[in-house]
């Protein structure tokens, strides 16, 4: 997934003390640009009955400007938007703080493998919307002693059960401290939380073509950056590399 004035005593000038003298003031030179009209010089004819009229015809024309119901996009009209039922074969828990359900990536091939979100039945493209996380194995020792920090990125694919691929996400984060956590995960040992939580936050949009019924999405690889400048590479088949949540679908229903 600061702001300061910027007022100072320098900046705000103090009003200039009235002279008894007001024919010896200078003009301003914004009310220069309009005349001025001598004192007792004759005023301009108003047409009463037209100003009379006109102000009920604004007011009616105001008001069906407020009442008019807000112009719907074309590409929005009739769109459902709602959550994706996921079949998540690799579960890590619900978020403590956020109640998201978070749903580990894991790598491989085999789009029945991965995490599935059948569509309804739909006309047209689905637009497909999610967040992905890394993961971390979260330890207070290392923190403690300074060796907790990691830089992850990992890149997941998004796929038709046919193994055709859809498109690629990649999310990339760092983990210093607990308060880079995004969320903890309920389930852990005694009743706490887990020692693995999501880290980093990427919102993702994807189109889905009109003829898929589902999708999958699958881990490619993911790089770890340790404190000690170590990089590490996982590509092994089965690993969870990623994490996803809050996913949505947006689609007009056939």
């Not at 600061?2 to 005593?9: E, F, I, N, P, V």
């Not at 969320?183 to 009743?191: K, L, N, Q």
């Not at 019924?213 to 790089?223: D, K, Q, R, Y």
Request: proline share 8%; glycine share 10%.
């Amino acid at each position: 997934m600061r702001m300061t004035s910027g007022l100072s005593a320098r900046n705000v000038q103090r009003a200039a003390p009235l002279s008894r003298d007001n024919s010896r003031r200078p003009i301003s030179p914004v009310l220069s640009k309009w005349p001025i009209q001598a004192t007792g010089g004759p005023t301009p004819r108003t047409n009463t009955r037209a100003a009379l009229w006109s102000w009920p015809v604004a007011a009616l024309a105001c008001g069906l400007w407020l009442l008019a119901p807000p112009a719907l996009d074309g590409q929005t009209r009739g769109r459902v938007t709602e959550p994706a039922n996921v079949n998540c074969l690799a579960t890590l828990g619900v978020g403590v703080t956020t109640d998201r359900r978070f749903c580990d990536v894991l790598i491989g091939t085999d789009p029945a493998a991965g995490a599935i979100v059948t569509l309804p039945p739909h006309r047209g493209p689905v637009t497909l919307r999610f967040d992905l996380h890394n993961r971390h194995t979260f330890s207070e020792e290392e923190v403690k002693a300074n060796r907790g920090y990691a830089r992850y990125t990992a890149t997941i694919g998004v796929l038709t059960l046919d193994d055709g691929l859809i498109a690629r996400a990649v999310v990339q984060s760092e983990f210093r401290t607990a308060a880079d956590l995004l969320d903890r995960v309920g389930g852990g040992a005694g009743g706490g939380v887990k020692a693995v939580a999501p880290v980093g936050l990427e919102p993702v949009v994807m189109t889905i073509p009109a003829e898929a019924e589902a999708v999958s999405f699958l881990g490619e690889n993911l790089e770890q950056l340790r404190g000690d400048g170590g990089l590490v590479a996982y590509t092994a088949p089965g690993r969870p590399i990623a994490i996803i949540s809050n996913v949505m679908l947006q689609y007009r229903p056939r």
